[in-house]
């Protein structure tokens, strides 16, 4: 059977949040966090078998998982140490990912997430919705911001990973240090960066944050490969 094009209702829908699902989980993964492969790259038969109900619908309450960040995304997320600070902590830490079954999604769902979020010290949680969040729901999500980051897609924007097209350069987050040596070298203060907004597609893929630093690799038939910089704001 070809389940890339699907003939019913449910065989769709199923087909749409496995696309979603395996964004998710690349996205995850390249965040650097850590997921085993088979994680990433699970195939349709077995994303029906371990999360379709009996009668083949989705279900959205098991699409829920969590990761830890991998050692090369805590030195990256590390602030240097100091005669102040000699021990810093990363600002990063486990993930938690919820695809949310509420037909509308407002602040009570909102608060609902960031406490499960808290609660279990998670330092992120990313909220894949099927419908989009309400103003009410964005102040909300703005008001925690201290207390977590918490992130929200629609499924429909995750049917495609736009990092794999072919016209989305390669964009590599810099470490502290090496952004450190980046302004150094060019003797540069990094309100002169070119700059890539926080909610840019790319950059919301990445989870960037405000005054974190991408390296954005081009392939140029006549140059070859050449990079440039921007700082997130």
Not at 14 to 41: F, G, I, P
Not at 52 to 81: E, H, I, W, Y
Not at 109 to 126: D, L, P, V
Request: aromatic share 8%; net charge positive; hydrophobic share 35%.
């Amino acid at each position: 059977m070809d389940y890339s094009t699907p003939s019913d209702g449910k065989s769709k829908e199923v087909v749409r949040l496995w696309r979603a699902w395996r964004t998710v989980h690349e996205m995850v993964a390249d965040r650097e966090y850590e997921l085993a492969e088979d994680e990433v790259n699970i195939s349709l038969e077995r994303f029906r078998d371990e999360y379709c109900n009996p009668d083949g619908s989705v279900n959205r309450a098991k699409l829920q998982f969590s990761a830890r960040p991998s050692d090369s995304m805590l030195r990256k997320n590390t602030p240097p140490p100091t005669a102040s600070n000699p021990d810093p902590v990363p600002d990063c830490g486990p993930v938690w990912i919820e695809f949310l079954t509420d037909k509308q999604f407002g602040v009570a769902q909102i608060r609902q997430f960031a406490k499960h979020t808290i609660t279990n010290k998670y330092k992120t949680g990313i909220m894949v919705t099927h419908v989009a969040l309400s103003p009410a729901a964005r102040k909300t999500l703005a008001s925690v911001e201290s207390l977590a980051k918490i992130e929200c897609f629609l499924e429909d924007d995750l049917l495609v990973n736009i990092t794999h097209h072919e016209l989305v350069p390669r964009h590599v987050l810099l470490s502290r240090e090496e952004k450190t040596a980046l302004l150094k070298r060019y003797r540069l203060k990094e309100t002169q960066l070119p700059r890539i907004l926080q909610k840019d597609p790319v950059a919301r893929y990445l989870g960037l944050k405000r005054g974190q630093v991408v390296k954005i690799i081009r392939v140029s038939e006549t140059a070859g490969r050449y990079a440039s910089y921007r700082l997130c704001v």
